[in-house]
């Protein structure tokens, strides 16, 4: 069964800061992982989505990498600025047997950027 | 423009009085699934569906039917709701290819049973 970890659960840092979210899961037998955005009471909002043959995926001030052999991600948020406060999470999709597959979600990195 | 919709996106109801939550997406996606959220147990997945007609069970099936009877709708029935459906609901799609299907979400839906 997969089991995907993300630590820390919640981080604070000043602005302007380079910070670093980590992800792990337990089955390296993933399609793809996906990081998200959650603001309070809101809708996940899609970040990155990094394919299981690709190593690293860059959009703006993010970078997702993914090493699927040690189970690990990373989304990397540079120059971190007030607006980035939210939680991040992140979901693997992975083969549950027959055609079908499943979305396991981490518990989530909730981020505090303080000016 | 892509998007998920859900309706209503705040309800309050009251225990056994039956209701229905609605997903619609205009991408033309196989996949779509509903979730709930927690404070503690982060998101866990109620139901999904690969396409028309096929519907599975996810983590937390209990209390809660669906329906795929068009490939853009998949309502969520709650046939006789209880306190403990109090919850965070969302609505995702995707395209059912493993390699490439990114997961769209819908805004939310705040149900309170009392």
């Known amino acids: 069964k997969q089991e995907v970890t993300q630590i820390p659960a919640a981080l604070s840092v000043p602005e302007g800061e380079n910070l670093v979210l980590n992800c792990s899961f337990t089955d390296s037998a993933i399609y793809n992982l996906q990081w998200f955005r959650q603001d309070p009471g809101k809708g996940l909002t899609s970040l990155l989505l990094i394919q299981s043959s690709q190593r690293e995926q860059t959009s703006g001030r993010l970078n997702a990498s993914l090493d699927k052999s040690s189970g690990r991600s990373t989304l990397y948020i540079a120059a971190s600025q007030p607006g980035d406060s939210a939680t991040y999470l992140c979901a693997v999709k992975s083969d549950s047997g027959g055609s079908n597959y499943k979305l396991t979600f981490g518990k989530g990195t909730l981020l505090t950027v303080n000016p | ?114």
Request: hydrophobic share 30%; net charge neutral.
């Open chain 2, 1 to 114: 423009e892509a998007q998920v919709t859900q309706n209503p996106r705040y309800l309050i109801t009251v225990t056994g009085k039956k209701l229905t939550v609605t997903c619609s997406q205009n991408m033309n996606h196989e996949y779509m699934s509903w979730y709930r959220q927690d404070p503690g147990l982060g998101l866990r997945q109620i139901y999904y569906s690969m396409n028309v007609e096929v519907t599975d069970k996810g983590d937390v099936p209990e209390g809660y039917k669906v329906s795929r009877k068009e490939k853009r709708n998949f309502p969520l029935i709650l046939e006789s709701p209880s306190p403990n459906q109090t919850s965070l609901y969302f609505c995702a799609s995707s395209s059912l290819t493993p390699n490439t299907g990114e997961l769209f979400f819908g805004e939310g839906s705040r149900l309170t049973v009392l």
